[in-house]
């Protein structure tokens, strides 16, 4: 009986134990960075559990373990897509969808490269109709997704 594939998902960044001498367990980050790589210690620590409270403890400190994590990852994503000098919180949506549009447009072959640019260009000028110039990248949520479908289906001419 032919066995089923499995895949596995590359992760950018990874969440990893080390055992500690004291039976605690530290908690670290693993990845590469320019090449190289880098591991970064979150000063957490899992404790041996034997009680509710220990694993209730346990499952809270790694939970903000891949809170961090997926921080780690937003900020080397934005670094390998060219935004290193930008700091996040400050780049308006507008202006990171024309960024993604300039790279799509030399990175497309010669038949898709203005068809991507245009195409995230016309969406950039409607996102602007929809909310202006306003909009910091990490303010994009699921309700200012749900509102911009909204203008979409009814409200823009």
């Known amino acids: 009986m032919p066995r089923k594939a499995t895949s596995k998902v590359k992760e ?85 969808m024309l960024h993604c549009a300039e790279e799509a447009e030399k990175r497309a072959n010669t038949i898709n490269r203005s068809t991507w640019g245009n195409t995230i260009k016309l969406t950039a000028e409607l996102v602007r109709q929809y909310d202006g110039e306003h909009t910091l990248l990490v303010d994009v949520d699921k309700r200012f997704v749900k509102g911009f479908v909204e203008f979409l289906r009814h409200g823009h001419t």
């Open 12 to 96: 950018l960044i990874r969440l990893r134990e080390k055992q500690l001498s004291n039976g605690n367990v530290s908690l670290y980050l693993d990845y590469y960075k320019d090449g190289h790589r880098e591991y970064e210690f979150l000063k957490l620590y899992l404790v041996p559990a034997k009680t509710a409270l220990e694993r209730l403890q346990n499952a809270e400190t790694i939970r903000a373990a891949n809170v961090i994590k997926a921080e780690r990852t937003t900020e080397l994503i934005a670094n390998q897509a060219g935004l290193k000098q930008m700091k996040q919180s400050k780049i308006l949506l507008i202006d990171w």
